[in-house]
């Protein structure tokens, strides 16, 4: 990884991109990412056109967030229903005691 003008390269299946960002560091993570990927996907394909190498890996990649967005959704939404219900539980609670005080 190189830095010049604003502009970070890195190496991606043997090939150099410039890219921009504010984030050297996390863009050569995304680099790494992504030939690793494209590498795994070439080991186990036997075709060496990288342009299908790169469109596997990206489906492979697509694949892994889905699951990834569909785990947070799932957590993301036991989270609101937990909470939801200790919300409700705690008014109960709360108007039992304003109940009580209001009784005695």
């Known amino acids: ?3 010049q ?8 299946y043997d090939q150099s991109y410039n890219l921009r960002g504010s984030d050297a560091e996390y863009i050569q993570k995304l680099a790494e990412i992504v030939d ?4 795994a ?7 060496v ?3 299908r ?8 990649i697509a694949d892994e967030f889905l699951a990834l967005k569909k785990k947070y959704e799932s ?8 909470t939801s219900h200790l919300q409700s539980a705690l008014n109960s609670a709360l108007d ?3 109940q009580d005080r209001r009784a005695g």
Not at 6 to 12: K, P, Q, T
Not at 36 to 39: C, D, I, L, P, S
């Open 1 to 3: 990884m190189s830095e």
């Open 49 to 51: 056109d990288s342009l």
């Open 96 to 98: 039992e005691v304003i």
């Open 41 to 47: 996907v070439a080991e186990h394909t036997a075709t």
């Open 75 to 82: 957590v993301a939404s036991e989270y609101t229903q937990r």
């Open 5 to 12: 003008n604003g502009s970070i390269r890195v190496e991606i």
């Open 53 to 60: 190498v790169a469109v596997l890996a990206a489906l492979n």
């Open 36 to 39: 690793g990927k494209m590498r």
